[in-house]
């Protein structure tokens, strides 16, 4: 029985282990206004899926090597994933630029549309009643990357936040 169990734990030291994943926060340093790169390949020059600043929670999925990690933002019902510079993900940081606002609709309606990705052509991803809170945390354009009470991820226009 020794004999087993001595040949089943080398065989697990042989076995790479399963990386679990990390939360940390964006830190972008001491100004608030500065925002961290999320990128759609882990490189200086790819498409930016958005921007986002110090204080946003942000699970490393994997080490993406280069000084670049693969990560998501979100859960619930929606999540956005891409790729960010290492060195600025920490497991805290001193600021925390996130803003807390309320939907408002510049159109006369109840609600407005979340959606999936910076754009109005994207996925809706649930409707937000005027009134509710969001976490503001990145931006891309004209819009704004918002984070619901069920930790969702989505984007609204600028002015559909007060």
């Known amino acids: 029985?020794?004999?087993?169990?001595?040949?089943?734990?080398?065989l697990l030291l042989?076995?790479?282990s399963i990386a679990m994943a990390q939360?940390?926060?964006?830190d972008n340093g001491s100004d608030p206004s500065s925002r961290l790169n999320?990128?759609?390949?882990?490189?200086?020059?790819a498409a930016i899926v958005g921007k986002f600043v110090s204080g946003t929670q942000v699970e490393v999925i994997a080490d993406a090597g280069?000084?670049?990690s693969q990560v998501r933002i979100g859960s619930g019902q929606n999540s956005v994933s891409g790729y960010m510079m290492t060195s600025y993900l920490k497991p805290s940081s001193k600021v925390d630029a996130r803003e807390k606002r309320q939907v408002a609709s510049p159109y006369g309606t109840q609600s407005v549309v979340l959606r999936d990705r910076p754009?109005?052509?994207y996925?809706?991803?649930?409707?937000l009643m005027v009134g509710d809170a969001v976490t503001v945390i990145?931006?891309?354009?004209?819009?704004?990357?918002?984070?619901?009470?069920?930790?969702s991820v989505g984007c609204l226009l600028g002015s559909e936040l007060k």
């Open 1 to 10: 029985m020794r004999k087993i169990c001595i040949c089943l734990l080398a």
């Open 14 to 16: 042989l076995v790479p």
């Open 23 to 26: 939360l940390v926060v964006v």
């Open 38 to 45: 999320m990128r759609m390949a882990p490189e200086r020059d």
């Open 66 to 68: 280069s000084g670049w």
């Open 119 to 121: 754009s109005n052509s």
């Open 123 to 127: 996925d809706a991803v649930m409707m």
């Open 138 to 151: 990145g931006v891309n354009g004209d819009f704004c990357f918002v984070q619901t009470s069920d930790l």
